[in-house]
C-alpha cells in the first residue's frame, strides 16, 4: 500500500507491505514493483528479506537453554553415543556451519586448551552452552576431547 498515488518530483512517500509468515521457516523475500511516470526506471522492484523462525527459537535464548526438555530431541538425543565427527554433525553443526557462528576451519586455529574450555564451559554472552555435565549439558571429557581433536586436525 502506497501512501499517496501522487508524488511531485523530490517527494516522498511510503510504501507498507505485510508479510504472512505462517508456514514459513527459514529466509523468505517478498517483493513489491512501484510503476510511476519517472522516465528512467519506470519500475522499480523492492525486495524485503526476513527470517522467519518457528516458535521453539522465538524470543529471548540463552545459552543453557537448548538442554532443556523440548528442545533436547534435536539439541541433545541426535549425538547421543557418537563422538568426533559424528558428534559434531549432530550437536554443533546447526550452528558452527558456514554464515553462522564460527567454523571448524577458524575455530582450528584456536589453542586446545582454548577449545576445550569453550566446549567445556560455553562462552560467556553468546549462544555458546557449557557442555559438560557438570555444566548442566550432555558431554563427558573425553568426548569433548574427541571434538577438540576433529577441530584441530580436520583431516
Ligand atoms: C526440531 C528440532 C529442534 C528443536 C526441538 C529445537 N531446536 Fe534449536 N535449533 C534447531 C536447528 C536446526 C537450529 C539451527 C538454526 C536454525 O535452523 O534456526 C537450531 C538453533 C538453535 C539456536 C541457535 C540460534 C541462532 O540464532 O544461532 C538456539 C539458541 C536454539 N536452537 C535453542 C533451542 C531451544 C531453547 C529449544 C527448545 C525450546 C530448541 N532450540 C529446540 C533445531 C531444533
Ligand atoms: C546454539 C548454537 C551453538 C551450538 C549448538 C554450539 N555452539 Fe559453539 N558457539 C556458539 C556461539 C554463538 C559461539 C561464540 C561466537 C562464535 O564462535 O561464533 C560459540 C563458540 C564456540 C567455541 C569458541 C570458538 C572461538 O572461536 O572462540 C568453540 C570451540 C565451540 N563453540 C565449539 C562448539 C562445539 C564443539 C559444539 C558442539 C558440542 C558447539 N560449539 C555447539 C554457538 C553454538
Request: glycine share 10%.
Amino acid at each position: 500500500m502506497a501512501s499517496s498515488s501522487r508524488l511531485k518530483p523530490g517527494e516522498t512517500g511510503k510504501v507498507s507491505l505485510s508479510v504472512d509468515p505462517a508456514g514459513k521457516k527459514g529466509p523468505i523475500s517478498k517483493t513489491a514493483q512501484v510503476v510511476s511516470n519517472d522516465p528512467v526506471r519506470p519500475v522499480i522492484t523492492l525486495t524485503v528479506t526476513m527470517n522467519v523462525k518457528d516458535d521453539l527459537h522465538m524470543g529471548q535464548l540463552n545459552a543453557g537453554q537448548i538442554f532443556k526438555e523440548g528442545c533436547g530431541s534435536c539439541h541433545v538425543e541426535q549425538g547421543r553415543g557418537k563422538k568426533g565427527f559424528d558428534l559434531f554433525r549432530a550437536d554443533c553443526f546447526m550452528c558452527h556451519n558456514a554464515g553462522r557462528s564460527s567454523s571448524i576451519t577458524q575455530m582450528s586455529r584456536k589453542p586446545e586448551r582454548e577449545l576445550f574450555k569453550a566446549i567445556r564451559d560455553g562462552v560467556e554472552n553468546s549462544m555458546m552452552p557449557g557442555w559438560a555435565l557438570e555444566k548442566g549439558g550432555p558431554l563427558n571429557d573425553s568426548e569433548i576431547e574427541s571434538l577438540v581433536r576433529i577441530i584441530r586436525d580436520p583431516n
